[in-house]
Nanobody, 115 residues
Framework: QVPLVESGGGLVHPGGSLRLSCAAT????????MGWYRQAPGAERELVAT???????FYADFVKGRFTISRDIHKKTVNLQMNNLNTEDTAVYYC?????????WGQGTQVTVSS
């Protein structure tokens, strides 16, 4: 197992911004997809955004126009810039790196949007 270390979560007011970052603690050859999922209390884990090695990007409808995903394949980092946050964005956010060998997940970082 290769630990993925996430950072950048926290408490923010509605309308505010946060930037999440995720880095692998060692080299992971063959990463094909990097992305972010989230899980709110009592809900299932859901896809937020992904980016492939070819820079194909997917966003869930509920974040389009507000969140921006970026990645550095060589550094094995993936970031999520989150703007105009609302209370429904409150969740634990998980980093994902996927390759032909399977999936690696981060431990999650809490994002709380509250006034």
């Amino acid at each position: 197992q290769v630990p993925l270390v996430e950072s950048g979560g926290g408490l923010v007011h509605p309308g505010g911004s946060l930037r999440l970052s995720c880095a692998a603690t060692r080299s992971i050859p063959g990463v094909r997809v990097m992305g972010w999922y989230r899980q709110a209390p009592g809900a299932e884990r859901e896809l937020v955004a992904t980016v492939t090695v070819g820079r194909d990007i997917f966003y869930a409808d509920f974040v389009k126009g507000r969140f921006t995903i970026s990645r550095d394949i060589h550094k094995k980092t993936v970031n999520l810039q989150m703007n105009n946050l609302n209370t429904e964005d409150t969740a634990v956010y998980y980093c994902l790196m996927k390759g032909p060998w399977g999936d690696y997940w981060g431990q999650g970082t809490q994002v709380t949007v509250s006034s």
